[in-house]
């Protein structure tokens, strides 16, 4: 250790109780920061996962320019071939197959224009929470035919309920007449009012055999193990599709391109918690800067006598500033030590911010919270912290050359 050095670490501790509190702050300002910006992770995963589950997925494999236009002739015609595909990857935790058709829907009252969706039930249990959203009746079977389950406010609006008939007329692929009459099992309730009031599901192969789909799909729906797999498995997939020749018309979404919306409001709410955290940041600034300059006003006389016996400005300046940058390494090392030790408990253990899941678990929610400890939320908020409090102490350091040894040395 130079003699500047061991100087800046005894001026440290010549106030012990000032100095204890800027570090406490210093550390209290990286712990909340690093706990923080994880919880804000932990979050937004959690808030994807469960949006995704309703009904978008992480990924979809459909044919180009289905996702804008919805035509009924945009299919992917061998869905055998990509199931096969997608067994064969890592990250993917479950797949399954659905079809689409706006179609009209009459029940003995009344006629909606509705989303009928051809699914898979085993495959689409493991996929969606569509199978836990049932709020009256029951969720479709294998062996299921000409049966329906269709949303809360939909049933409402056509005054039916388990165990009622409901006529579906639309346009087949091959621009035959799709007709046929559907028994109502189950009605579910997403929580979202326009898939409740706008959706109907029936068995893919009630709805292959009635819209003429000759076993043909619109979207092969896939959720993977992890969020952070998503971007590795769409390429994995998109590779593996393009290498079985003529595939040019396939495309890969996933989920930031399939709800836009959700992406736009993370993005809104992540801007949010950054001005938060500034503001913080800047608070611990300002105590810093108010510590030092207290220091530099109290020490003036010290600084004064220092010069008038040789000391150059500028070494006291930089003694100065190693005290600053001392006192805000060991509150930023104990900050970082003791914000990724709470995090990572909340992490492994999560946070019940509802007091009760139950409300959630209604909509297939975990009420729970997990943060996610990563490189970025530990460091990030630590260093801004390094950088603003150095900027603040710099200030009353450089302060320091502008000092005259004869006014310095009489200054009370």
Request: include cysteine; charged fraction near 15%; hydrophobic fraction near 45%.
């Amino acid at each position: 250790m130079t003699i500047d050095a061991k100087m800046a670490w005894r001026n440290i501790w010549r106030n012990p109780r000032r100095t204890v509190l800027t570090i406490s702050a210093i550390a209290f300002a990286s712990l909340l920061l690093i706990f923080m910006v994880s919880f804000q992770f932990g979050s937004y995963e959690a808030l994807i996962n469960s949006s995704v589950k309703i009904h978008a997925g992480h990924l979809k494999v459909q044919a180009k320019g289905y996702q804008n236009k919805k035509d009924m002739h945009l299919v992917v015609p061998y869905p055998s071939e990509t199931g096969r595909i997608l067994d064969n990857l890592q990250g993917i935790d479950a797949y399954t197959f659905r079809a689409n058709a706006f179609s009209l829907i009459s029940s003995k009252e009344r006629t909606y224009g509705v989303i009928v969706t051809g699914i898979d039930p085993a495959g689409e249990a493991k996929v969606s929470t569509l199978a836990k959203l049932i709020r009256d009746g029951s969720y479709l079977s294998e062996n299921d035919i000409d049966k329906a389950l269709l949303g809360e406010l939909l049933a409402k609006n056509l005054q039916v309920g388990p165990g009622d008939e409901l006529i579906i007329l639309g346009q087949g692929r091959d621009g035959s007449i799709a007709a046929t009459v559907v028994q109502v099992k189950g009605i579910y309730g997403s929580g979202i009012d326009e898939f409740d009031r706008s959706t109907i599901h029936i068995p893919l192969k009630t709805f292959q055999d009635v819209y003429s789909m000759q076993n043909a799909v619109h979207e092969v729906v896939a959720v993977c193990k992890s969020l952070r797999d998503v971007s590795t498995v769409k390429k994995n997939i998109q590779e593996a599709i393009n290498h079985q020749g003529n595939k040019s018309d396939i495309t890969v979404l996933d989920w930031q391109e399939l709800m836009p919306g959700l992406l736009q409001g993370i993005q809104m709410d992540l801007i949010s918690g950054i001005i938060f955290y500034v503001i913080l940041i800047l608070v611990v600034a300002f105590s810093i800067l108010n510590t030092f300059l207290m220091a530099i006003f109290e020490r003036t006389r010290e600084f004064g006598v220092l010069m008038a016996i040789g000391t150059t400005p500028r070494r006291l300046t930089k003694i100065v500033l190693l005290e600053s940058m001392s006192m805000t390494m060991i509150g930023i090392i104990a900050g970082i030590i003791m914000g990724s030790i709470i995090t990572f408990y909340f992490q492994v253990n999560g946070i019940d911010i509802y007091g009760s899941s139950e409300i959630l678990s209604q909509f297939g929610i975990s009420g729970r919270i997990h943060p996610r400890l990563s490189i970025l939320s530990v460091f990030s908020g630590p260093l801004a912290v390094l950088l603003i409090t150095f900027l603040a102490a710099l200030y009353p350091a450089l302060k320091i050359r502008g000092l005259r040894p004869a006014e310095a040395i009489a200054y009370v």
